[in-house]
């Protein structure tokens, strides 16, 4: 029947929305550099089967796009600005990411155990 | 620096160049002129300026996700536009194929869109190099590479779009046009996981041992239907929702086209 199915499709959506917590009191903070067109630390770790709260600080004049395919994530970030980008919950294994904007030098991965 | 200014361009480029040549060959298809493209260029790169000019503010609304709402508020209207561009061909179909003027704002809002978003980006890559300026030569070179290989791409998909035969053009055009809104889909989804507003789940699948994402048949894909290595349960389901809405919303007007006597 196209209403109960239409039921359906409306109950799986709504269980993907929620909204975010107004303190991050569950979800663990990283922090990520960006330096001369290079990431501080370039290995992070973070925790298995865990969303993660990453806090990227540009600290070079110029924009840089916090990008991932691994990790499904892009963000612009502006020069001496920092940009929130939410990560996981991510079974183990590495995950690279890069700076689209500088991508010889801008490299890094996540470590997730 | 060369190669990688090749790829930036050549991305962003891509995704904005597959809309505009699918809304041009449809121009052709339904007579109206393609004089729209040029408007759409000039308010797309004003739009695009904007943009990156306010992208700092833009990214600190909303607790540091404006970014990422802005962005999925855009895909998603481009994918709105897209349902009403083929609704209203299908509808006003007549023998005359007179198609009004709602399917033209709709190609004119879409490609204004896409150029916003695209052109944003690469202004924004751009405009970094103005801090080091002995780069930007080979940087502009590399640049105009890019735009050229993707301007390129976009060229050959509109020739190939014509040589469809007359008959079955308008309904592989649409079908185009339905993987490219559900393209959107997927991105303005994965936009508003990246921001937590949307659950995060573990991949349904992951074939980038099939087809990296990050290859060139991969970037294509990418840009025409939205392909993803690893998309979340709720990335698929968004994705066939919105197909399955396409396809009904053409489906009932065609119906009450064909009520009306006009098909």
Not at chain 2, 102 to 110: I, M, Q
Request: include cysteine; hydrophobic fraction near 50%; aromatic fraction near 12%.
């Amino acid at each position: 029947m196209k209403s109960s199915r239409n039921i359906f499709i409306g109950l799986l959506a709504l269980s993907g929305l929620h909204f975010p917590a107004p303190t991050s009191a569950e979800t663990p903070v990283f922090e990520l550099e960006i330096r001369n067109h290079l990431f501080y630390p370039s290995e992070l770790e973070i925790p298995a089967d865990t969303k993660v709260k990453l806090i990227v600080h540009n600290r070079d004049p110029s924009p840089e796009e916090f990008e991932s395919y691994e990790l499904n994530r892009e963000k612009i970030i502006m020069g001496n600005s920092k940009g929130i980008v939410f990560i996981g919950p991510l079974p183990a294994g590495e995950y690279p990411f890069f700076g689209e904007f500088h991508m010889k030098t801008a490299q890094g991965k996540v470590v997730v155990r | 620096m060369l190669l990688t200014s090749v790829v930036i361009l050549l991305r962003e480029v891509l995704e904005a160049a597959l809309i505009i040549s699918v809304f041009l060959a449809f121009s052709r298809l339904l007579r109206f002129s393609g004089r729209w493209l040029l408007s759409a260029f000039v308010l797309g790169g004003v739009g695009a300026a904007s943009y990156a000019a306010g992208i700092d503010r833009i990214s600190s609304l909303m607790d540091g996700i404006g970014q990422e709402v802005t962005n999925a508020v855009m895909q998603f209207c481009i994918y709105v536009l897209l349902v009403v561009f083929i609704v209203a061909v299908t509808y006003r179909r007549g023998r005359g194929f007179d198609p009004g003027t709602l399917p033209y704002v709709a190609v004119f809002a879409s490609v204004v869109l896409a150029i916003v978003r695209e052109g944003s980006e690469i202004l924004l890559y751009l405009y970094g190099f103005f801090y080091s300026p002995q780069l930007l030569p080979p940087v502009m070179i590399g640049g105009a590479i890019g735009a050229g290989i993707g301007f390129s791409i976009g060229v050959i998909f509109y020739y190939a779009l014509t040589m469809v035969p007359e008959a079955k053009r308008l309904p592989v055009g649409m079908a185009v046009l339905t993987l490219i809104a559900a393209g959107m889909i997927s991105q303005a989804t994965q936009q508003l996981i990246q921001a937590d507003i949307l659950a995060s789940q573990r991949p349904l699948w992951d074939s980038s041992g099939l087809l990296p994402e990050e290859s060139v048949a991969g970037q294509l894909l990418y840009a025409f239907i939205g392909y993803e290595a690893t998309p979340t349960p709720l990335q698929v389901l968004f994705y066939f929702c919105s197909i399955f809405i396409m396809a009904v919303s053409a489906g009932v007007a065609k119906w009450r086209a064909e009520r009306l006597g006009r098909l």
